[in-house]
């Protein structure tokens, strides 16, 4: 639990700074000592992961728009697409991920290959389609 400004402002720095608990002792204005570090940490680890935990909900935006546009750009290897689009489904809990040859099942924002083996993902107003994965020649060594 944090008691004064000191701590608080150590938990602010060891975020920070990715969890240097020596550099954030010394910025928050205690002496460096790396006995005293591994204590102030225990001491504050509840307000430490709260700190991380706020930390990276603020830039879940960030991450979110990321993925869109890695999703969005035809430049882009398909497979990295499919990952990015995966993940977006996977973390807004949403969808269920399903296969199917019935079309109807885009209607619910579901995916499913079609016909010429495109993996198409989204509903029917907005797909997203993928082309198959591209069969790289053998080598004949």
Do not use: H, W
């Given at each position: 639990?944090?008691?004064?400004?000191?701590?608080?402002r150590?938990?602010?720095?060891?975020?920070e700074?990715?969890?240097?608990?020596?550099?954030?002792?010394?910025?928050?204005?205690?002496?460096?000592?790396?006995?005293?570090?591994?204590?102030?940490?225990?001491?504050?680890?509840?307000?430490?992961?709260?700190?991380?935990?706020?930390?990276?909900?603020?830039?879940?935006?960030l991450?979110?728009?990321?993925?869109?546009?890695i999703?969005?750009?035809?430049?882009?290897?398909?497979?990295?697409?499919?990952?990015?689009?995966?993940?977006?489904?996977?973390?807004?809990?949403?969808?269920?991920?399903?296969?199917?040859?019935d079309?109807?099942?885009?209607?619910?924002?579901?995916?499913?290959?079609?016909?010429?083996?495109?993996?198409?993902?989204?509903?029917?107003?907005?797909a997203?389609?993928?082309?198959?994965?591209?069969?790289?020649?053998?080598?004949?060594?």
């Amino acid at each position: 639990m944090i008691q004064n400004d000191r701590q608080s402002r150590f938990v602010e720095l060891y975020v920070e700074n990715g969890g240097n608990a020596l550099r954030a002792m010394s910025d928050a204005g205690y002496s460096p000592d790396s006995s005293n570090a591994s204590k102030l940490v225990r001491k504050l680890s509840k307000a430490i992961t709260a700190a991380y935990q706020e930390t990276m909900a603020e830039k879940a935006g960030l991450a979110l728009s990321v993925l869109y546009q890695i999703m969005m750009d035809d430049q882009i290897a398909p497979r990295d697409r499919l990952r990015a689009c995966s993940e977006v489904l996977d973390r807004c809990g949403n969808f269920e991920r399903r296969t199917s040859t019935d079309l109807s099942v885009s209607d619910k924002g579901y995916s499913y290959t079609d016909e010429q083996g495109r993996l198409v993902m989204g509903t029917s107003a907005g797909a997203f389609i993928l082309p198959p994965k591209a069969i790289l020649p053998e080598d004949d060594d």
